[in-house]
């Protein structure tokens, strides 16, 4: 979630050639891509199973015109507006400071009273200055010093990020002349359309294990609702969520999985795959399950690097991101 910036150019390319006015995203996960295609003139249905993605995108993809003014930042950063404290006693000891963790409180106490729009933007800025405060912007380990590099964005307090976080999402609104939205939910339940184009970037299934958005980003998933209706598995150190099973998770699903997703867009004029060189099926094999819906399929090869750590010296791993793009001859 949130590496492909940089296929973004990539990506560009491709939707421009195929054209047409209509698009979906039913994995939207970072945004980015539903809003390149908002940019690129589509009307955009955007989704994603998790509820955090789906905020940013409706703040983003779906919302032409809101945005938060100076009072509504100031309150949201200013007094709290009640006594809540969950994320303070909750996370005692994890990830941030008292003071940091006492703001996202006070900070969503204030979010609370802004209407639906100005909620969006808020919630998505808080978000990302979680996910960009925490180093590597997961939350699977708990000692933080663990990973700290003396970067810029690990030493500003998360009040500090919610002032320049609201500012960048403040600038990318607005309105390309069509009406896009943004649901929460499986792909499955996304409107088959038929779209001109749908862009595919599901979770990528590993050889080993699984592929555990929720175990990464549960804080995240967390902080977008403040835990409503949220389980906590408070017998875990991470204080991390319970897991919810997607089937594009696990090498023994992946392929009925994909299979299933192409069938249910099958109508729409051309779809998009994004998918990588270390996870499984094969690019040839999702030819195939592909070409059962779509008699053309053309694949493009980017190379591509993953990164593991914020510090200098991280791991970083070549892989190939494929492009698939299957359309009716």
Not at 228 to 250: E, G, N, S, V, W
């Amino acid at each position: 979630m949130g590496s492909k910036y940089r296929l973004l150019p990539h990506l560009a390319e491709v939707f421009a050639a195929v054209g047409g006015t209509t698009a979906a995203d039913p994995f939207s996960g970072s945004g980015v891509v539903s809003y390149l295609l908002k940019c690129q003139g589509y009307e955009v249905t955007s989704s994603d199973y998790l509820n955090f993605p789906t905020v940013i995108a409706r703040a983003t993809t779906a919302n032409s015109d809101v945005t938060l003014g100076d009072a509504e930042i100031d309150a949201v950063c200013g007094p709290a507006a009640d006594d809540r404290d969950f994320i303070r006693t909750t996370f005692d000891g994890l990830y941030f400071t008292e003071d940091d963790r006492t703001f996202l409180d006070s900070a969503w106490s204030n979010i609370d009273r802004l209407p639906a729009g100005q909620r969006d933007l808020a919630i998505s800025a808080l978000v990302l200055s979680a996910a960009r405060r925490q180093p590597r912007g997961v939350f699977t380990f708990t000692d933080a010093t663990r990973y700290t590099d003396g970067r810029r964005d690990l030493k500003l307090s998360l009040r500090e990020h919610f002032r320049e976080r609201i500012a960048e999402y403040n600038a990318v609104v607005f309105d390309n002349g069509r009406t896009s939205q943004a649901v929460c939910g499986e792909v499955f339940d996304v409107a088959p359309g038929p779209y001109d184009l749908v862009y595919l970037d599901p979770p990528y299934a590993p050889p080993a294990d699984d592929n555990d958005y929720i175990k990464r980003y549960h804080f995240l998933e967390g902080l977008s609702r403040y835990w409503q209706d949220a389980t906590i598995m408070h017998d875990t150190k991470t204080k991390k969520l319970a897991k919810r099973f997607t089937p594009f998770a696990y090498k023994r699903t992946i392929e009925d999985a994909l299979l299933r997703t192409f069938e249910h867009f099958a109508d729409s004029g051309t779809i998009v795959l994004s998918y990588s060189s270390n996870a499984v099926p094969a690019a040839d094999r999702i030819i195939e399950l592909l070409g059962k819906v779509k008699s053309s399929v053309e694949v493009r090869a980017v190379d591509h690097r993953y990164s593991f750590g914020t510090h200098v010296t991280a791991a970083r791993r070549s892989v190939q991101e494929y492009i698939f793009i299957g359309r009716d001859e």
